[in-house]
């Protein structure tokens, strides 16, 4: 049996993001949330939202990202911030990635923003 396109490019985006979720536990990034948006927004299909202690995990977070995504043809369209930010974007089409400095993400409160999404289990 072969896949479909749309069940092959479902079940890339799913590694991905299992992928994604492991660089952010395995680089100690903290209070990891894992939203579903479908339906509440056409942005992307899931966000993930950590919290980073500094501006260098950030980066080593970035970094870890990029690769990931390029071993597994991943095509990023758009980052913002950078290793030096307080807030860092990733965005990879149906999963945007947001990293945030404690103070940033108190501020944005992005779980409150997107209060209607779906949160997922981290299996943790």
């Known amino acids: 049996m072969t896949l479909t396109d749309a069940e092959a490019s479902k ?11 492991k660089i952010l536990d395995d680089k100690r990034a903290e209070d990891i949330v894992w939203l579903d948006v479908r339906g509440v927004t056409d942005v992307a299909d899931e966000f993930l939202i950590a919290t980073i202690l500094n501006s260098r995990q950030g ?34 089409g149906s999963l ?14 992005l779980e409150h923003i997107w209060s209607d999404a779906k949160r997922k289990n981290l299996g943790t």
């Open 11 to 21: 079940q890339a985006a799913t590694r991905f993001t299992e992928a994604v979720l």
């Open 59 to 92: 980066g080593a977070i970035l970094e870890a990202c990029e690769k990931e995504a390029k071993r597994l043809k991943v095509s990023r369209l758009g980052v913002e911030g950078g290793a030096q930010s307080s807030w860092i974007l990733l965005d990879y």
């Open 96 to 109: 945007v990635v947001h990293l945030f400095l404690p103070e940033q993400r108190a501020y944005y409160g």
